[in-house]
Structure formats: C-alpha cells, structure tokens
C-alpha cells in the first residue's frame, strides 16, 4: 500500500522564521511528488518534482527532492503571516493516482 | 492555466436526499478526474478515479452504489451521493490535469463541495 508521511504535522513560528516541512514516503511505481498550500477551500499546487537533487523555487519557497532517500522538503524562508495554510504533499503512481500525507498545519504569528 | 471549476460551493440537505457534484475542466480536456473526500482536520483520500466514456474505479472501502460518478464528456464529471445521510457529511473535491492519468503533470482541484447532511 503506498504510503506519504509528513512531519511535522503543525508547526508554529514567527515571522521571518525559516521553516522545513518534510515528506518521506514509499510507493510502487513512483510517478511524481507534488506539494500544495491548503487554506480554506481545495490545495492550490506549489510545486511538482520528479527528478532527484533538482531545486524547484518559487519566491521564498522552495522545494527538493531525493528518490533515493525517498524523501522531500519544502524549505519557505523569511515566513509571513498569509504563509500560514496546511501543506499537503501527495505522491503520484500509477495511472495518476495521487496519495496524499496528513499535512504539515503552518501558523505564522505576527 | 488549468482551471477546474466545482459546483456547488456547498450544500445542506435533510438526510435521505441525494446530491449531484459537478467538476468541469474549463481549458483542457480531462479523460481522467479524480475524486477526492477530506474530513476536518484530515488529508485528501481518494474515492475514485472517474473515467471518459467508462466506468469509475473505486478505491477499496468506497460504496459505488451510494457514490454515483459519471464522466460523460471531456470536460464533466459528476459525482452523485445518493440517500445522503449525516455521515455523509464532508468536504468533496474533485481534480484534474492535462496530463490525465499520465502523472507528468499536476492536477488542478476544484474550489470542493461542502455537504452537510441533516
């Protein structure tokens, strides 16, 4: 059964603090790692990975990958309040399954 | 970009009432939508991946008798929760991606559906 585990499951800190979200997981067949910010409705995508020690960066995220550690993180640096969502990070097998971790809930205190 | 849009919003109902979901792809064509539920507090697990043309595939412990999909067309898919009952109740959101089931790229949600059952 494939399975996505996420730490840590909440994480509280103060603006302009540097966080790491981490996803470890094991799947048959791995297609793609992806990670969404989810606030109040449905996950918008932040990023997606498939290939190992290639840093994808958006702004002040950022995120890598290490299929032989079969591991990710989500590094976002100089954290602001709007920061403050449930990280998801899902991965994708086959015939674009996606399985989801329980979510890294972020609260960034002014 | 990809845009997927969900209707409705959110929906409250007595129980024993049966509620229909829509998911469109507004920009691209979708062979393959997938169905998502999420309890509060809780992460996304998969209900079913809804197939252009064919039938849905279930995941283990999802009653295709109460949960109806069908995927009529490229862009719709709807999801019907029959003889809703309180347990029911949840966020549904529903996804898609250019890349249908090919996993190369990422799929786009819907805004999801809540559903409270009376």
């Known amino acids: 059964e494939d399975k996505v585990v996420q730490s840590p499951l909440s994480l509280v800190v103060h603006e302009g603090d540097t966080v790491t979200l981490n996803c470890s997981y094991e799947v048959t067949n791995f297609r793609s790692l992806l990670w969404y910010k989810q606030e109040k409705k449905a996950p918008t995508f932040l990023f997606m990975l498939?290939?190992?020690?290639i840093e994808k960066k958006s702004g002040r995220l950022s995120s890598i990958l290490d299929k032989k550690e079969l591991f990710s993180i989500l590094n976002i640096t100089a954290t602001q309040t709007g920061d403050s969502a449930v990280y998801l990070c899902a991965v994708v097998a086959n015939a674009g399954k996606s399985t989801f971790g329980d979510g890294t809930t972020l609260t960034v205190k002014p | 970009g990809a845009v997927v849009s969900q209707h409705p919003s959110r929906v409250i109902c007595k129980s024993g009432t049966s509620v229909k979901i829509e998911c469109r792809s507004l920009?691209?064509?979708?062979?393959?939508m997938f169905w998502y539920r999420q309890f509060p507090k809780q992460s996304l697990m998969l209900m079913a991946t809804s197939n252009e043309g064919s039938k849905a595939t279930y995941e283990q412990g999802v009653e295709k008798d109460k949960f109806l999909i069908n995927h009529a067309s490229l862009t719709l898919s709807t999801l019907t929760v029959t003889s809703a009952h309180p347990e029911d109740s949840s966020f549904y959101i529903c996804?898609?991606?250019?890349?249908?089931?090919?996993?190369?790229?990422?799929?786009?949600f819907g805004d999801g559906t809540r559903l409270s059952i009376l």
């Open positions: 920009d691209f064509q979708a062979t393959t």
């Open positions: 996804s898609a991606g250019p890349g249908g089931s090919r996993g190369n790229q990422p799929q786009h």
């Open positions: 498939t290939s190992s020690g």
